[in-house]
């Protein structure tokens, strides 16, 4: 038996081609499929359909030659291919289908996916192949994009500025290989890559627009765009304010402190605190005046200035029996001293 193998974009094609270079008619040969074409993603990996082609021994009955022709014409496999009578199949992209006048394989359809059925949508979830049908599978986004999204925030002190990233990703569909079997569910594989298409400009772009300029960290802006999950970059931080201390008198002695009604000059009652200290004796310290500490301002991450509060001095008068030297009060009589104030202590 003359045997060629003949090759083309299609398996059409490729029989063609060999019937052309054995110069004989479709019916005078038994022809195999060694390989279905490919069209690959993007053009990569695909491949050309390959045929076997081979002359018919006359001898043989014409109507026998006819029924075994039709069998290996519908079967793409090369083999076992009684096994896939009244069975349905994927492969690389294509339906294929074996049905018979009895029995027609099921197809279930899964989401991403549209079947078309001799050129018209199947808009049910599931179908039937019967002898004839022209099937065809497309998907309905074969490719999925989402861009990087991100955002610069400050707190509500303008203190700390941060800038939340979520990469962005794509993500390439195909249809999946399915097996021979009398029900098949037609279903996309998927493979995910993650990208970040942020840029550094861009995040200083930003930071100027908001006049986000006091602080800045260079390392958490080079972060935030090569970061390949969801975070959160601390990208500024301002100077908080450090608050300064009033003055204050601190005691040398035992100190009782008690309430007291006092009748001011207007004949009112006037609410004040006295302290009575124990027995001193002459020359001692009594007590130490501190004077007022002043506080440092701060700066947000806008570069505005945060003013510290104003701090006051501890004023003390003074009486019969004391006096102050610098930040000192110092008994000038032996005895038990009393002392009123007003006020902080």
């Not at 090759?7 to 054995?22: F, S, V, Y």
């Not at 008198?249 to 006037?270: F, P, S, Y």
Request: proline share 4%; with cysteine; hydrophobic share 35%.
């Amino acid at each position: 038996m003359e045997s060629i193998v003949s090759k083309g974009k299609t398996i059409k094609e490729a029989i063609t081609r060999g019937l052309e270079l054995l110069n004989i008619s479709r019916k005078e040969v038994h022809v195999e499929i060694i390989q279905h074409e490919t069209k690959g993603f993007w053009g990569m990996g695909s491949k050309e359909a390959l045929v076997k082609l081979s002359k018919i021994d006359q001898s043989v009955p014409p109507i026998e030659i006819e029924q075994k022709q039709n069998v290996n014409d519908a079967h793409p496999l090369n083999s076992a291919a009684d096994s896939n009578r009244e069975k349905a199949w994927v492969k690389d992209g294509v339906i294929y289908s074996q049905p018979s006048a009895t029995q027609f394989p099921v197809v279930t359809i899964a989401d991403g996916i549209q079947l078309y059925k001799n050129k018209q949508l199947v808009t049910e979830k599931q179908t039937v192949i019967v002898p004839g049908d022209m099937l065809e599978i497309k998907l309905v986004e074969a490719i999925i994009h989402e861009e990087t999204k991100w955002d610069v925030r400050l707190d509500g002190t303008k203190l700390t500025a941060w800038i939340d990233v979520e990469p962005g990703y794509t993500i390439l569909r195909k249809i999946s290989d399915v097996e021979p079997s009398h029900h098949i569910t037609l279903k996309t594989e998927e493979k995910k890559e993650v990208h970040n298409h942020l840029q550094y400009k861009e995040v200083a772009r930003e930071l100027d627009r908001l006049h986000i300029t006091y602080g800045l960290n260079q390392v958490e802006m080079i972060k935030a765009v090569k970061t390949l999950e969801p975070n959160t970059f601390e990208v500024a931080k301002g100077t908080a304010v450090k608050q300064g201390k009033d003055g204050y008198i601190e005691w040398k002695t035992n100190v009782d402190l008690q309430q007291h009604l006092l009748e001011n000059e207007d004949g009112q009652i006037d609410y004040k605190e006295s302290k009575t200290n124990s027995t001193v004796e002459s020359g001692a310290v009594i007590a130490i005046i501190h004077p007022p500490t002043s506080g440092r301002p701060g700066y947000t991450a806008t570069n505005e200035l945060l003013s510290a509060a104003k701090t006051v001095p501890m004023l003390v008068q003074p009486k019969k029996g004391v006096m102050i030297v610098k930040n000192k009060v110092i008994a000038t009589s032996s005895g038990r001293p009393t002392f009123f104030y007003k006020g902080k202590c």
